[in-house]
């Protein structure tokens, strides 16, 4: 949901944490952050080392196991991620909140690496998927929390393309992300990116194993899996039974649907039912009229991991 970055860029386009006075004045021009509401709380992962800001915000402690994989979206109240044929609709679905906007940050700086898919990076042209960039408030402490956890001030960004389908052009090329694709991407891609970019082979076919995919980013030392993908990538490790937690914030807003493709849920392509894949409600939080759900997945295969 990385084109919420687009928003809150408008709002202060602030650079990284020490850039002083100029940071500060451009900060002190946002309206306050109001942390948000904690209304059920039942998570029971050990408490990260969270600077006391982060912890007031998010209305209390966080946890998260070493090794997982969580989700990250926003949604409609009718279900709705993304609107194909409106660019950058995830800045239409997520409604302005500066909740999610902190909420995403979190769950950034938390990473040892966001994995997005060829197409949340086509339809973010200016994303870089770094936690200071989505809430700028907050930057210092995001800062602060990465250098608590003895993590590299960039989060690491993995972009997944079977078909090497990506413009080599990006921003986030430029910066430096892996590029997890099969041969035929590789070879099409091959001399093509910034020498800041790598590409990791993870199979021949163009529709990869997504337990190939987190196994290459697990030997790459990345046990902490942010996914910000689309629900194609996001169908497909759910499919696998890769997802530990979904972080799902719901948007007051409806946008109903014209038929076939016209709307994307957040799994797509993949069919749970019957029975339907189920999740453990463990977090209901509040920010004016935004609610973050959480919810823990049970039965991935561990021999994926
Ligand atoms: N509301 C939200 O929170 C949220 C979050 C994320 C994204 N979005 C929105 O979702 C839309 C994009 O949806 P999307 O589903 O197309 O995005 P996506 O999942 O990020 O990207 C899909 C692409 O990823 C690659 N891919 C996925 N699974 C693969 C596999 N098993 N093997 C090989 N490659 C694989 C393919 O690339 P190739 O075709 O190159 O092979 C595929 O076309 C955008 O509008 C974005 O803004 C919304």
């Known amino acids: 949901m990385d084109a919420t970055e687009d928003a809150a860029s408008r709002r202060a386009s602030a650079p990284p944490a020490t850039s002083g006075l100029f940071r500060q004045a451009l ?111 907050s930057a210092d402490d995001f800062a602060e929390l990465r250098r608590r956890l003895g993590r590299p001030e960039r989060v690491e960004v993995a972009i997944l393309t079977g078909r090497g389908s990506i413009s080599p052009e990006h921003p986030v090329l430029e910066a430096g992300a892996l590029v997890l694709t099969s041969d035929a991407g590789a070879a099409r891609l091959e001399g093509a990116l910034p020498a800041a970019s790598t590409v990791v082979g993870v199979g021949e076919e163009a529709t990869l194993d997504p337990r190939g995919v987190v196994e290459a980013l697990l030997e790459r030392g990345h046990s902490r899996i942010l996914s910000e993908a689309g629900p194609h990538t996001f169908g497909d490790l759910l499919g696998a039974r890769l997802v530990d937690e979904l972080f799902l914030t719901v948007s007051p807003l409806l946008v109903g649907d014209r038929g076939h493709l016209s709307r994307y849920g957040l799994a797509e392509d993949v069919d749970f039912a019957p029975p339907g894949l189920r999740g453990r409600l463990v977090g209901i939080r509040r920010h004016v009229e935004h609610v973050f759900l959480r919810y823990e997945f049970a039965g991935r295969e561990p021999s994926a991991r």
């Open 27 to 137: 900060l002190g021009r946002l309206r306050p952050v109001e942390p948000l509401e904690a209304l059920f709380d039942a998570a029971t992962r050990p408490p990260l080392p969270l600077p006391p800001r982060l912890e007031e915000l998010y209305g209390g402690g966080f946890g998260l196991p070493d090794e997982c994989l969580y989700g990250n979206f926003v949604s409609t109240i009718d279900g709705v991620v993304a609107i194909p044929a409106i660019p950058r609709s995830n800045t239409l679905v997520a409604a302005d909140s500066e909740g999610d906007r902190f909420v995403m940050g979190l769950l950034r700086a938390l990473a040892d690496v966001v994995l997005i898919g060829a197409g949340t990076l086509a339809s973010s042209p200016k994303g870089t998927w770094q936690p200071y960039k989505v809430h700028p408030p």
